[in-house]
């Protein structure tokens, strides 16, 4: 059994999990809820244990030079999934609205999906750049921050496909059919601050680390290269979602939107920038 | 008149504070910070006026999209930012502070009655009996409780996590302190590089922009630079430099810098960053004189004429690492005392007894050769760059106690009922409201065995 066995194996679990989360909706079956859920948790599982036996293939084939696996596309985008997932799962723990799964799974299963299908997944020995314990210490908070946000992005989808009806929706009674399964309106009014709130302080993290990084391997904190660029902007929209709680006429739709080109920007950041414009970080060029 | 001018003082006050200017602020921050991704910044003007044209050239160096990061109108923006959040914190801090200069340690019947999270209970004990038990309890629970006696009741007060009121400034004086830093680093540091060839040193490096030199008060020597590969790639493993720092002729640092691992001297760092060949190879070259045997050891760059015993002498005039897979070999001839060129003649390095074969007053071995490298290093001088990660650690400390802590405070008033005691507890949480109301639930039952004693009752 190799890691890419064990990541098909996750690919799989995470299907089957999107699809119970779909039809949990559909038949407002708890026991189908819990099985979906059970599913998440078996991929995240496997997953985790495909990354450590990676790590472990590392040593194998590189010798000394083995290191954690989190350095080129392929490793960040199977690293992305496992992110979201954890998160997601933490949440699911916390708030158990189990709906969500249903917006979140397709983010992290499409990632496995894209990794498995069309990224190469060699394992190569790192520049010197990159030889840096900073590497993972940036590397896990930029994209538990990134997770955070796709959490935050799937309640932001269920917010604005509810908010409409709802407020068309007339009587007494709860609202029925599907929407009427997903978490009331301010719940994940809610629930989307939260994901941002995990999300925000480990970005800023992220981009501490990385500055930090930089200013070790060439002196300078901050250059405005693209990607540094990105994430600011990544960071300013955040910043602006959380003052924006505060502000009467920014709350609900209007946040709900704004986390939703947050998370634009954060892809953009992630996979934009190094597959559109140039830049130091140079994993999506190949 | 004066009313007017106040006025207008006034809405320039509240607009500054305003948090809709923040949120437009922070919005123009993120959409203008856009454009320096997409027009390559500070490059040659050739390059713009290849890619865009003559006059859209014009037009960004107006605008000043080209070093749009120092432009006039993006600082002015992030000035505008830093007074917007020094004003929003100047207008708020006062009431935070109330917290802590005058906490509500006597609650008034509305904080009972009106707030979420309340309960009554009675008691048969004394006031003081319940007050001290209950005290007991608060304290392990949230914190030391203040006593008040007022108007015959009694009131406690209880607050856990008033310092994360503090997160939000916290995290609004971290942005300042960065920008200071950053800030003086611009003013007082530099950004500069210098190539230094193997075995030779330099007291002066180029500024990054502009190339202007800049003395470094003290000379950095490169003794020795290596390169290292991946076996079978051409994918460089490590490559490092054996810096020396003299001072006056002395030795004050030696350190073998890499990639990742830079020198720090004074506050002036220097950092590997790029390698390449400096000048001509030398070639160890060592001649015998075929009749006396007498050996002599040199080092020849190529073209170079190398003086031999008794008036000869040789240059190597070509070079090559792989000899029709015989690997290294140079061609080189001889000059005589008359000043005579000898044909030339190659020598092998894996093969020195073929040269012995080939008679003549000399023969050579090659014995090595040796490509001389530069190291490129990158050297900065930043004072600025402690007093950011001073506010990087305090943007970390203040975002998170500002999301993940609340400020909780209880408070119970204890009044003579007839011959029992009446108890009146509330909780307020500063946010995370369904969190509190759950941990409230809890206090609750315990305060309720306290004031009713019957944890003792069991035991007794």
Redesign the interface.
């Known amino acids: 059994m190799d890691s890419g066995q064990l990541f098909n194996l996750t690919t799989v679990a995470y299907f089957a999990a999107m699809v119970l989360f779909f039809a949990y909706i559909a038949s407002k079956n708890k026991t189908v809820a819990l099985v979906a859920t059970l599913a998440s948790l078996a991929g995240f599982l496997i997953q985790t244990a495909a990354l450590g036996l990676r790590w472990y293939e590392s040593y194998q084939i590189l010798g000394a030079d083995g290191r954690a696996p989190l350095t080129n596309l392929y490793e960040s985008v199977v690293f992305f999934a496992w992110s979201i997932l954890l998160i997601y799962l933490l949440m699911d723990w916390k708030y158990k609205q189990r709906t969500i799964g249903a917006f979140v799974l397709p983010i992290a299963l499409f990632s496995m999906l894209w990794a498995q299908m069309s990224l190469s997944s060699t394992i190569d020995p790192l520049v010197p750049a990159l030889q840096s314990n900073w590497l993972t210490y940036h590397v896990i908070t930029c994209f538990l921050g990134y997770a955070g946000f796709a959490v935050a992005f799937g309640v932001s989808i269920m917010y604005l496909l509810k908010i409409g009806k709802e407020e068309k929706h007339t009587g007494d009674g709860p609202m029925g059919g599907v929407l009427g399964m997903f978490p009331a309106t301010k719940v994940l009014d809610n629930l989307n601050y939260t994901a941002i709130m995990i999300g925000f302080p480990l970005l800023t993290l992220g981009i501490i680390t990385g500055a930090a990084w930089a200013n070790y391997a060439w002196g300078t904190y901050w250059s405005w290269d693209p990607k540094e660029t990105w994430s600011l902007i990544v960071w300013f929209l955040y910043a602006a979602f959380i003052h924006a709680r505060f502000t009467r006429g920014w709350v609900g739709r209007r946040a709900a939107w704004l986390s939703i080109f947050g998370f634009a920007a954060t892809l953009f950041c992630y996979l934009g920038v190094n597959l559109v414009l140039s830049g130091l970080h140079s994993y999506g060029g190949a | 008149m004066t009313e007017k001018t106040k006025s207008y003082t006034d809405r320039t006050w509240d607009f500054l504070c305003s948090?809709?200017l923040?949120?437009v602020l922070?919005?123009l921050?993120?959409l203008t910070?856009?454009i320096?991704?997409?027009i390559q910044?500070n490059a040659p003007a050739a390059d713009y006026i290849r890619e865009y044209g003559q006059a859209n050239y014009e037009l960004f160096k107006k605008l000043q999209f080209t070093d749009m990061?120092s432009s006039s109108w993006f600082i002015g923006i992030l000035a505008l930012f830093s007074v917007n959040l020094i004003c929003c914190s100047i207008k708020n801090f006062p009431r935070v502070w109330k917290f802590f200069k005058e906490p509500l340690l006597v609650a008034g019947p509305g904080t009972f009655k009106g707030s979420t999270n309340t309960a009554e209970f009675s008691s048969k004990d004394s006031k003081q009996e319940v007050a001290d038990r209950v005290s007991t309890l608060l304290k392990k629970e949230i914190g030391k409780p203040r006593l008040t006696e007022k108007e015959g009741k009694l009131y406690l007060f209880a607050q856990k996590g008033i310092y994360s009121r503090l997160g939000p400034y916290i995290t609004h004086l971290s942005i300042l302190i960065v920008m200071a830093g950053?800030i003086i680093g611009n003013i007082w540091g530099y950004?500069a590089y210098v190539n230094i060839v193997e075995g030779s040193s330099i007291d002066q490096v180029l500024s990054r922009n502009g190339t202007v030199p800049i003395d470094l008060g003290f000379t950095v020597r490169c003794d020795d630079f290596d390169v290292s590969y991946?076996p079978n790639?051409n994918?460089?493993?490590?490559?490092n430099s054996d810096l020396v720092i003299l001072e006056n002729g002395q030795e004050m640092a030696r350190k073998r810098i890499?990639?990742?691992h830079?020198l720090t001297y004074k506050g002036i760092?220097f950092?590997?960053?790029s390698y390449g060949p400096a000048g001509s190879a030398f070639f160890k070259v060592k001649a015998t004189e075929n009749a006396s045997g007498e050996t002599v050891e040199v080092k020849a760059q190529q073209g170079q004429n190398v003086p031999l015993p008794n008036g000869y002498s040789f240059a190597v005039t070509n070079f090559t690492e792989n000899d029709r897979n015989f690997g290294p070999a140079m061609q080189m001839r001889i000059k005589t005392p008359d000043g005579k060129n000898g044909a030339p003649f190659v020598v092998w390095q894996n093969f020195p007894q073929f040269d012995v074969k080939r008679g003549g007053v000399f023969n050579f071995a090659l014995l090595g050769f040796e490509q001389p490298q530069f190291t490129g290093l990158?050297?900065?001088k930043?004072p600025g760059?402690n007093i950011?990660?001073l506010g990087?650690f305090l943007?970390?400390f203040g975002?998170?106690s500002a999301?993940?802590f609340s400020h909780k405070r209880v408070w119970v008033c204890l009044e003579e009922d007839g011959k029992k005691t009446k108890v009146l507890l509330a909780g307020n949480a500063h946010r995370n409201q369904p969190g509190f109301s759950l941990a409230f639930e809890e206090l609750q039952e315990k305060v309720e065995t306290s004031v009713k004693n019957e944890f003792q009752k069991k035991e007794g």
């Open positions: 948090l809709k923040t949120i922070l919005l921050l993120a910070s856009i320096g991704t997409l910044q990061y950053a950004k991946y790639s994918r460089p493993k490590d490559y890499e990639v990742n830079p760092t950092y590997q960053s990158q050297v900065a930043d760059v950011v990660w990087c943007m970390v975002s998170l999301f993940f």
